[in-house]
């Protein structure tokens, strides 16, 4: 049912020249968090293969959901590696590991590291040349500063990310 969804949007994507991207999700089952749809890189990447080979062209792509691969205690050198270049997008939030939460990255830390493998994301995206889009999602570390901070919590978001820009870079 979802193959024949997709598939069903592509021409009308090519049509306005875009990209359709399938993202890792957690799934919550009575208040437990568990690997959701796409949430394997080795699924994701043939659901990725198989609807631009239905397709043939380029036409689907892979959003990376850092706080995602948080949730579900996985590797993300490993999981960019296998995703390599079907990776256009990654959404940059931190949180403690076992919630859900859209955090500044580097803003959460548990017993003074953080719970968020920064270094491996940035290695693995490294070494697949990535060169997409980089999204922050800071949702909830806006929403608990006063308004009248949160000029400055913008330009730290910035600094935050042109950090990995650099990094990946």
Known sequence: VNREFYLSLADLARQ???????ENQCRDINGSLHRGICA????????????NAACGEERFGFCMDVGACSLCGQNMREFSLTLGHRIQAVILRDLDGSRESSRLPFTYSGFERSGTDWLGLIRGLREIGFD??????????????????????LQLARAVGEYFKWQIG
């Open 16 to 22: 306005n020249k875009v990209m359709i991207l399938l």
């Open 40 to 51: 394997d890189a080795c699924e994701a990447a043939l659901w990725v293969d198989s609807l």
């Open 132 to 153: 997409g889009s980089l999204i922050l999602d800071f949702s909830t570390t806006a929403a608990a500063f006063s308004p009248l901070l949160r000029p400055q919590v």
